[in-house]
């Protein structure tokens, strides 16, 4: 993997991001470093940071962290919309 650089700080993605990347079928590494490079940047709070990308799929949030040297990664946030959820109706039931 390549090392990214924010502000002159390397962010580290945690193995929780890296989980709920793939728990919510976001690709990683591939998008996640897209949201990285591209993505807007909001700051919270004293330490807190958000990347946000907006896609056909629905919002992509990186979540993170600044430290004195380092920008800590812990949480994707996103909802992919898939092809089957828009199949059913609001019981869980097929529409056709």
Request: glycine residues 8%; positive net charge.
């Amino acid at each position: 993997m390549t090392e990214i650089y924010f502000q002159s700080k390397q962010i580290f993605v945690t193995t929780h991001a890296i989980k709920r990347a793939r728990e919510r079928e976001i690709a990683y590494p591939d998008h996640v470093y897209h949201v990285l490079k591209t993505g807007k940047v909001e700051k919270f709070g004293k330490n807190g940071i958000k990347f946000i990308s907006k896609s056909k799929k629905g919002p992509i949030i990186c979540v993170g962290e600044i430290s004195a040297r380092q920008l800590l990664l812990k949480q994707l946030r996103g909802e992919i919309k898939n092809e089957m959820s828009n199949m059913q109706g609001r019981n869980g039931k097929d529409k056709r």
